[in-house]
């Protein structure tokens, strides 16, 4: 059972930036493909980035790419999500989704759908005014 605890959301306003940090438990923590999804008032959740600890490239949203980095540090069990030049549409839930790799998956991309993730967390509000 992976554990997800998110943290960094808040009110800014357009321009500003934001770090989301997402925490979790498992003990095999290299062994996660971590993502971070975002659902918007009225919206379906959708997927903003996904990273994995070798092989694979980062995943990144067209909406957010050059604005966006997700990093995690593998010594603290914990994922970050960079976000800069923030905007009223990235106004959202922010939640932090996790996926226990088995070995065929170590080497592709990291997964960025929903369903492809079984453990969340119970997401962070982020908040962009104009």
């Known amino acids: 059972q992976v554990q997800l605890v998110e943290s960094g959301g808040g009110l800014v306003q357009a321009g500003d930036s934001l770090r989301l940090s997402c925490a979790a438990s498992?003990?095999?923590?290299?062994?996660?493909?971590m993502g971070w999804f975002r659902q918007a008032p009225g919206k379906e959740r959708e997927s903003v980035a996904a990273?994995?600890?070798?092989?694979?490239?980062?995943f990144y949203a067209d909406s957010v790419k050059g604005r966006f980095t997700i990093s995690r540090d593998n010594a603290k069990n914990t994922v970050y999500l960079q976000m800069n030049s923030l905007k009223p549409e990235d106004t959202a839930d922010y939640y932090c989704?996790?996926?226990?790799?088995?070995?065929?998956?170590?080497?592709?991309?990291?997964?960025?759908?929903?369903?492809?993730?079984?453990?969340w967390g119970q997401g962070t509000a982020v908040t962009v005014s104009s």
């Open positions: 990273i994995k600890l070798v092989g694979g490239r980062p």
């Open positions: 989704a996790a996926r226990v790799l088995i070995p065929r998956e170590y080497l592709s991309d990291p997964p960025r759908r929903e369903d492809e993730y079984g453990y």
């Open positions: 498992e003990d095999y923590f290299s062994r996660l493909a």
